[in-house]
């Protein structure tokens, strides 16, 4: 960008051409004072404190508008500066509190500190008794209005940052305040309870409940939830975490964070609850044991049943080298191919279609690129609840121009900024995909120079869709005909188009079908390859797609070798000294049929909890019951720990060191923010450590030697070193040499593949449909405020507070049909069981129902079908028949 030159003070600066004053002063270390202005907020202009004097200019123009000129001479300061500055301060102070000893931001508060700054000390006016509000609502902050100096950076941030527009601002004069719409309270408006406001507040008219000491030291990490990535900046008080920023320097959330970062990333790193001590099962009770005690006792079972009688569950939220130690002890030490994660459970499929289509199974462009398309097809993913950092970056871009489709049959936050929203039956998207694509046909939108160039098995394809009319799609999905036809033209009218999916496409029994439709229709009209397109699954753990990069997965070593692949093997056989099984082996769902049968005798889980996360759980409960020797990894007795024979006392991410590969496929540093819990060691030592005391040595100095390893056995991550993240180095593999910048975006020139390939797909129905007993669909999914089977979050007082058990959405003609109002107690059944819990009416679709699996209370997993995908092998949450009935 170009440069201009200006003069503040005398010196002379140079700043980039459209950057403000106030940027080009602060980059020279001349010091403007500010109240409004906030870095990552819009230029405002409200507070008047960095006012400035410009030669050629009449008045003080604030410095934070405006923008620099060629040979611009400013002034900042100045006896005529400085007294507006202070009137504008004195104003303030007139109708503003003046208990500042007693006022939450005290010390911390940028109007006390700008007073003492510039000497005022009294107002020396009128002093003005403000009736403002105070809300109390919400359980995690406290709105005080009296406190507010009206610099709107709640409101701007809550709009510009977040996009959810909760507040504005409302009445006019001296009683204007930030608030929700109609002046209701903050706990019953849009909120979403990121903490945003609270942060930019610059005095305590927005302050937290429980606000906690000052930090003694802070260490940069990376958050343990859903798969985006962000950093945390942890802070830590006389051992303990006691509070977490956003990271600045993290390119994904650049500093923001969602409810759950904010208040759920540390809340269970020092509970009460968490294992501190291996447990034993003796007589029939779970006891207290050594570390000798227990592992002597899993050395001494596991060695009696290596091979195929043996399996083990690696661990999405676990870093990469911990999963790596986890499939080399599968394979090297137990002789068995039998190692999976739940990976299985969410985007199998994802890595089975994608990989099929294009070669590769993953994400094809980075979260920042998204936002350079012009169209942007979002289907099977609440991306503002599930991944809301990447919502928030989702809702700037459309704030800023980029068109929104979206196909989801929920009214979920995303639909009101939807050009088009299509509300498809659940299970019917190979359907509504091969629709879009006949009209794009017919239409002549297709690429079809880029399809000629680049991709193969086009022809059966286009045959295949001639018979998927709009008004044919219409019948089996329920979208009119017209919004079929609108969204077709409008997402082959975006250069580019992105589409973004995540478990509503994934998890099916068609689920591989879904994601090969879904490339079909990037390819058609040439989407791939280029920035702001692709096809982009938002993985559902911090670390899942990790956990399959390093070969967690029954299948593949790391980096996808196949371990049928007799080359692939040798390499691995040579490089672990050992020999390995031959043949691929169980997925989680047949590793649990086979323990119900005897066949899987012994059984080691690492970080997972199946009891709440998998389908028809009273069969898993079976299985798990069957199993002769169950050893379970884990921060606290999950449901699943409890049925274990032992229990071993892992760590959280906040006592170790690691890897962390985000959705994008960029791998991130997780840093160790305080020391293991006293009785708690690391997965991977523990996992060594067993493999030491069966006669096969495993040992490393620390996670960098791990990952040192898996870099030279996994051309994906060749280039991929700490010394490389620690220097900020932002990697996204494949990264194949130690020289090699990453690649942000694949399939740039050519498909992994070669060419991309095209799939013909019939669409399939759902493999359970509503009946007369079981007349209504249920779908589940994760809410905002929780994540997965609640092991972290539920353990956590905040979003304990906010969403303190389980619900089922109803639509409100069939809550009016059934007689159920909205927070009454309601049945709800399937052919596998029947759960009671609370009615919340609104939302979804007539006739279908939606629960949150995070509540084992309620376990929406009792209902859920495990039939699965016959190639991903991955379960139909989706989809399945239930009744609903008020509660007796």
């Not at 010390?107 to 107002?123: I, S």
């Not at 097809?377 to 700037?396: A, D, F, K, M």
């Not at 060691?681 to 060594?688: N, P, T, V």
Request: charged share 25%; aromatic share 6%.
């Amino acid at each position: 960008m170009a440069k201009v030159t200006l003069t503040i003070d005398g010196k002379t600066v140079q700043a980039e051409e459209g950057s403000t004053v106030l940027e080009a002063a602060s980059a020279a270390d001349i010091d403007i004072p500010t109240l409004c202005y906030a870095k990552d907020l819009e230029p405002y202009g409200g507070c008047r404190m960095c006012i400035v004097k410009v030669e050629g200019i009449r008045g003080m123009p604030p410095s934070c508008t405006t923008r620099v000129a060629e040979g611009m001479k400013v002034t900042t300061e100045d006896d005529e500066i400085l007294q507006a500055r202070r009137m504008v301060l004195r104003l303030l102070m007139a109708d503003h509190p003046s208990d500042c000893l007693s006022c939450p931001a005290n010390l911390e508060c940028e109007l006390q500190a700008l007073t003492k700054k510039l000497g005022v000390r009294e107002h020396g006016l009128i002093h003005l008794d403000r009736q403002a509000t105070l809300d109390e609502s919400h359980p995690v902050f406290i709105r005080d209005m009296k406190r507010c100096i009206l610099c709107a950076k709640c409101v701007r941030t809550c709009n510009e940052v977040v996009g959810a527009g909760a507040i504005g601002l409302i009445n006019r004069g001296h009683r204007a305040e930030p608030a929700p719409f109609l002046g209701t309270g903050i706990k019953f408006s849009n909120c979403e309870s990121c903490g945003e406001c609270v942060e930019h507040c610059p005095t305590g008219a927005l302050y937290y409940r429980e606000p906690g000491p000052e930090p003694d030291y802070e260490v940069s990490t990376i958050c343990p939830y859903c798969g985006t990535g962000c950093g945390l900046v942890l802070g830590v008080n006389k051992g303990k975490v006691i509070r977490a920023k956003g990271d600045p320097d993290n390119p994904i959330n650049q500093g923001h964070l969602c409810v759950k970062g904010r208040f759920g990333s540390y809340e269970f790193v020092n509970h009460p609850d968490r294992l501190k001590t291996p447990l034993v099962r003796k007589d029939g009770e779970l006891v207290e044991a050594s570390w000798d005690e227990a592992l002597d006792l899993v050395v001494q079972r596991f060695k009696e049943s290596k091979g195929d009688k043996f399996a083990a569950l690696a661990s999405a939220k676990e870093p990469n080298e911990d999963n790596y130690i986890m499939q080399k002890f599968a394979r090297a030490v137990m002789k068995t191919n039998s190692v999976d994660h739940c990976a299985r459970l969410c985007h199998a499929s994802t890595v089975a279609g994608l990989a099929a289509s294009f070669g590769s199974g993953a994400m094809t462009n980075s979260i920042e690129d998204m936002e350079q398309a012009e169209v942007v097809l979002v289907t099977g993913s609440n991306t503002t609840e599930n991944h809301p950092i990447i919502g928030n970056r989702l809702r700037h871009a459309i704030d800023k121009g980029t068109k929104l489709i979206l196909f989801d049959p929920r009214d979920i936050p995303l639909a009101g900024k939807a050009v088009i929203w299509c509300r498809q039956r659940p299970g019917t998207d190979v359907a509504w995909i091969n629709g879009l694509m006949h009209v794009i046909i017919e239409e002549g939108l297709a690429d079809l120079d880029y399809v000629r160039e680049r991709c193969e098995g086009f022809e059966a394809v286009e045959e295949l869709v001639k018979s998927y009319t709009p008004e044919r799609v219409s019948k089996i999905t329920g979208v009119p005909a017209q919004d079929l036809v609108e969204a077709a033209k409008l997402y082959a009218s975006g250069k580019p188009a992105t589409i973004i999916y995540s478990m509503g496409i994934t998890q099916h029994t068609t689920g591989t079908d879904n994601v090969k439709s879904l490339a079909n229709l990037a390819m058609l009209c040439g989407n791939m390859g280029k920035p702001g397109g692709g096809v982009n699954p938002l993985r559902g753990q911090n670390n899942v797609q990790g956990a399959c990069d390093v070969g967690g997965l029954p299948n593949v070593y790391s980096g996808y070798q196949k371990v049928t692949d007799p080359a692939a093997r040798k390499k691995f056989e040579e490089a672990w000294h050992t020999d390995l099984p031959a043949e691929a082996g169980l997925t989680i769902t047949e590793i649990l049929e086979a323990a119900e049968k005897g066949e899987v005798k012994a059984l080691y889980i690492m970080g997972e909890n199946p009891m709440l996360s998998d389908p028809d759980v009273t069969h898993v409960e079976k299985a798990l019951k069957a199993t002769e020797f169950l050893v379970v990894q884990d921060i606290f007795l999950t449901e699943t720990a409890r049925l274990a024979d032992v229990v071993l006392p892992a760590v959280t991410f906040a006592e170790r060191d690691g890897t962390f590969t985000n959705t994008e496929r960029r791998v991130q540093r997780l840093h160790q923010v305080i020391p293991p819990l006293s009785g708690c060691r690391k997965d991977w030592e523990i996992i060594c450590d067993i493999a030491t005391r069966m006669g096969y040595p495993m040992s490393y100095e620390s996670e960098s030697e791990i990952q040192d390893e898996i870099a030279e056995l996994t051309p994906s991550y060749g280039g991929i070193t700490y010394d490389r993240l620690d220097r900020g180095d932002q990697l996204a593999w494949p990264c194949p040499t130690k020289d090699h910048p990453g690649t942000p975006i694949l399939h740039t020139k050519k498909f992994t593949r070669g060419k991309g390939k095209f799939f013909a797909i019939e669409y399939i129905s759902a493999d359970e449909l509503p009946d007369k007993d079981f007349p209504m669909v249920l779908t589940t999914g994760r809410i905002l405020e929780h994540f997965h089977t609640g092991t972290m979050t539920r353990k956590s007082k905040s979003l304990h507070a906010l969403v303190p058990g389980p619900y089922v959405e109803i639509h409100p003609a069939d809550a009016r049909h059934y007689k159920i109002r909205d927070g009454e107690k309601v049945r709800v059944s399937s052919r596998r069981g029947s759960i009671e819990l609370i009615a919340k009416v609104g939302r979804v679709d007539r006739g279908l129902i939606f629960i949150p699996f995070h509540f084992f209370e309620a376990a929406a997993n009792v209902l859920t079908n495990p039939a699965v995908d016959p190639v991903a092998k991955i379960p139909e949450y989706k989809v399945c028949a239930a009744r609903l009935e008020k509660s007796a």
